[in-house]
């Protein structure tokens, strides 16, 4: 494992304060059983593509139901045993569309949603500063704790395992398994596989994307 505190590689930005979500996360990483999962971001919302912080019960836009459909598709070609997603309703309709074609139920887990903005919800992100401690939401520290509380319970699920989640689950899980991410792999609905070789984990997309979003809350 990587001893870096940034394993995340630019693709055209990156967020203020991701350095410390890598270290709070990397302090004390896991190490699932597994040889191999998935993880998808959440189709988009409207939210996502005006940069604007949103609140859990933010819904899927027609563009991310359709982006929802096609990593379905993508996905429908892997062995799947375990779908567990967020219960946000972006996340958790985006893990029935892909659900589906496995015949599986996704199992929904508050400990997945994206972190709490509180006073920040509603308005504008693209100067995201994850070392941020806005009023009525979570600390850094608070929504990291929480990840892997969450993240580790998804991967002890029978395996292969597909979490679908959102983007600050992929950077707190990226960094604490040391993998290096480029954010272009943060898109809406971007089909991902981590595999292990050893104690060494890899991530790669099953499908190219275009770059990441710059609203990932």
Not at 8 to 34: M, N, R, W, Y
Not at 93 to 118: M, N
Not at 180 to 196: C, H, K, W
Request: some cysteine.
């Amino acid at each position: 494992m990587s001893n870096s505190t940034s394993l995340v590689t630019p693709a055209h930005f990156k967020p203020a304060g991701l350095d410390e979500l890598v270290q709070l996360a990397a302090a004390e990483p896991i190490s699932p059983a597994c040889e191999h999962f998935y993880f998808l971001r959440h189709g988009q919302t409207n939210r996502n593509a005006l940069r604007i912080f949103q609140a859990p019960d933010e819904p899927l836009s027609e563009l991310g139901l359709a982006q929802a459909a096609q990593a379905a598709t993508v996905l429908a070609g892997e062995t799947i045993r375990s779908i567990v997603c967020s219960d946000a309703p972006r996340a958790h309709v985006t893990a029935q569309s892909v659900a589906a074609p496995h015949g599986l139920t996704p199992l929904p887990d508050a400990g997945l949603r994206e972190r709490h903005f509180g006073v920040l919800i509603g308005t504008s992100s693209a100067s995201i500063d994850w070392a941020c401690a806005p009023e009525g939401g979570e600390t850094l520290k608070q929504f990291v704790d929480r990840k892997r509380i969450a993240l580790a319970a998804a991967l002890a699920r029978p395996a292969p395992v597909l979490v679908v989640a959102h983007g600050g689950s992929l950077f707190v899980l990226a960094a604490l398994l040391g993998v290096t991410i480029d954010l272009s792999v943060l898109g809406n609905a971007q089909p991902l596989r981590f595999e292990r070789s050893g104690p060494i984990w890899t991530v790669k997309p099953l499908q190219a994307k275009g770059d990441a979003e710059a609203s990932i809350a």
